[in-house]
């Protein structure tokens, strides 16, 4: 991961403005969301979506490890793994079918527990809770010049 940007949080229309730009700048691809429970994974999920146009709730694929989105055209991914105990479950559950579709956006909460069954991310965003729990720092890497000068352009004078 050639660029690495860090942004700290402080409240969730900070995390919507993140989501705005990651939709702006990154529509395809392979996105690892890490960090600990109720780091943020989730609502960041959920304004990523509702910025590249999804109408309606986001609901949380823990229970069933995938929620498929179709968005204007774009087929979009939401793994959550984390009650995942083995990371075959996912060949058993036709993860294939997900990763061979052309040009879609998979997000992967808790990318870890998926092993060698999930492919390799072009984003990763780390999620951490500040030590008063109420910021979060993300820091954000990828080989995309182009997100990397967005995001700098965007929250470099703040």
């Known amino acids: ?8 949080l402080k409240n969730e229309n900070d995390t919507q403005a993140l989501a705005q730009v990651l939709a702006a700048n990154f529509k395809q691809g392979i996105v ?6 109720g780091a943020g994974k989730t609502t960041l999920s959920r304004y990523f979506l509702q910025s590249l146009g999804h109408q309606g709730a986001v609901k949380s694929p823990t229970y069933t490890l995938v929620e498929p989105y179709q968005i204007q055209g774009q087929d979009i991914f939401h793994f959550d793994l984390y009650r995942l105990n083995d990371p075959y479950e996912l060949e058993l559950m036709g993860i294939r079918d997900y990763l061979d579709t052309p040009n879609a956006l ?16 072009e984003l990763i965003i780390n999620i951490e809770k500040s030590e008063d729990e109420l910021t979060r720092i993300a820091t954000l890497s990828s080989n995309d010049a182009q997100l990397d000068h967005a995001l700098k352009s965007h929250f470099s004078h703040e």
Request: charged residues 15%; contains cysteine; hydrophobic residues 35%.
């Open 32 to 37: 690892y969301l890490i960090g600990d429970l």
């Open 1 to 8: 991961m050639q660029y690495s940007f860090q942004i700290q």
């Open 106 to 121: 998979c997000l992967f909460e808790w990318p870890s527990k998926g092993g060698d069954e999930i492919p390799a991310p």
